[in-house]
């Protein structure tokens, strides 16, 4: 079975600041990967997906893919208290499932 | 605009009482899944469907059932429910590289 680590929080950053978020995963023939915000109470939303080793920069947003180290991050520049959020990690497959990690919670502090 | 609609979205009920939970997407997805969110143990997968009459357990399927008679809705049965059900339910559309997730039925059970 698929597993997914994302380091475990809370984070909490000051405003301005970069947030690191992490996740490791065990499957090597994952083939794609997605970082969701999800706010208290609703449901998450997409943030990024990245398919190739290296770096994709949306925004204040970089999503880090090392498929050989089997982990992806997600970094968020000058960081807003509106970025206070659990941040979810999934994985797709060959098939079109997603398996998610448990969330980092990240707090932004003004 | 694209949109996944869940109903009811809050809903308590009574042990053994059979309940319905309702999902309906407009954007012509074939791949729809029903997850639970319990805190500390992230998103788990109920059921999904590849398309219409096609249907599979996923990672927690105990307790529930499904069905997929049309594209566009897979309800979501909890033919005897118990308090172990208790949760946040969401349903998901996905098409290649996004998926959409409804805004969440927040169920108890007593």
């Known amino acids: 079975q698929k597993e997914v680590e994302q380091n475990s929080g809370p984070l909490s950053v000051p405003e301005g600041a970069i947030a690191s978020l992490n996740c490791t995963y065990s499957?090597?023939?994952?083939?794609?990967f997605f970082w969701y915000r999800q706010y208290s109470g609703k449901s998450p939303e997409l943030i990024m997906f990245?398919?190739?080793?290296g770096d994709k920069e949306d925004g204040r947003f970089t999503a880090q893919l090392n498929k050989a180290s089997q982990y992806v991050s997600l970094l968020i520049r000058d960081s807003q208290p509106s970025d206070s959020a659990t941040y979810l990690c999934?994985?797709?497959?060959?098939?079109?499932?997603?398996?998610f990690g448990k969330g980092t919670l990240l707090t932004v502090n003004p | 605009e694209a949109q996944v609609t869940q109903n009811p979205r809050y809903l308590i009920t009574v042990t053994g009482k059979k309940l319905t939970v309702t999902c309906s997407q407009n954007?012509?997805?074939?791949?729809m899944s029903w997850y639970r969110q319990d805190p500390g143990l992230g998103l788990r997968q109920i059921y999904y469907s590849m398309n219409v009459e096609v249907t599979d357990k996923g990672d927690v399927p105990e307790g529930y059932k499904v069905s997929r008679k049309e594209k566009r809705n897979f309800p979501l049965i909890l033919e005897s429910p118990s308090p172990n059900q208790t949760s946040l339910y969401f349903c998901?559309?996905?098409?290649?590289?996004?998926?959409?997730f409804g805004p969440g039925t927040r169920l108890l059970v007593l």
């Open positions: 954007m012509n997805h074939e791949y």
């Open positions: 998901a559309s996905r098409s290649q590289v996004t998926q959409y």
């Open positions: 999934a994985l797709g497959g060959s098939n079109y499932k997603l398996t």
């Open positions: 499957d090597r023939g994952s083939q794609s």
């Open positions: 990245i398919y190739s080793n």
